[in-house]
C-alpha cells in the first residue's frame, strides 16, 4: 500500500475517534471539524515518515493537541481589552437557560412513555404514526399517551404556559 492509500486508510478508520476528541478539546461542533481538517493536513506532510516510525497515532494526537492550543493562542492575542467597556450590551440568554430548566424538570415528572411520546412529537416532530412505529406500539396508544402527557403537564407544571405565553385558556385543546 502507498502512503496515500495508507494515509487514506488511517484516516477512514480513525475519523471518527478524532473528531470525538477534538469535540471535547473545543466544545463546538465546527471548531472540531477545524481542527481535526487542520491535524490531518500537517499530518498528510509527513505521512510517510510518521506511518514508517510505526503507530502513527501519538503523533496525529500531539499534532492535534498542538493545533488546538496554537488555534486558542490565537484567538486569545485577538482580544482587544479595554478599560472602558464597549457601549453595545450583549443579550441576554438567561430566558432560555430558565425555559429549558423548566421544560426539564416538568418533563421529569412525567412517566417514561409520556416523555417519549412528548419527545418523539413535539422535539423530533414526528406524526403519530412515525411515533408509534418507534416506540413500537398502536397510534391510538401514542394519542392517549400524549393526551394524558399533555393533562399531566397543564395540572403539575403551570409555569410552562406562562412561559409561553399562553393566556388562561391554554387549558382548551386547540
Known sequence: ?????????YVAGR??????AAWLLTGDQHQAEDLVQLTLVRVARHWERV??????????????YSQHVSLW??????????ADPPEQAMPDGTAGVARALVVRAALARLAPRQRAVLVLRFFEDLTEAEAA?????????????????LA????????????????????EER
Open 1 to 9: 500500500m502507498d502512503g496515500e492509500e495508507s494515509f487514506r486508510a
Open 51 to 64: 506511518s514508517a516510525a510505526g503507530d502513527p497515532e501519538p503523533y496525529v494526537r500531539r499534532t492535534m
Open 152 to 171: 399531566r403537564l397543564r395540572t403539575h407544571a403551570p409555569e410552562l404556559a406562562e412561559l409561553v405565553g399562553i393566556g388562561a385558556a391554554a387549558g
Open 133 to 149: 412505529a418507534a416506540l413500537g406500539c398502536s397510534v391510538s396508544t401514542v394519542k392517549s399517551q400524549t393526551r394524558d402527557a
Open 15 to 20: 475519523i471518527a475517534a478524532l473528531s470525538r
Open 73 to 82: 493562542r490565537r484567538r486569545w492575542r485577538g482580544v482587544d481589552l479595554r
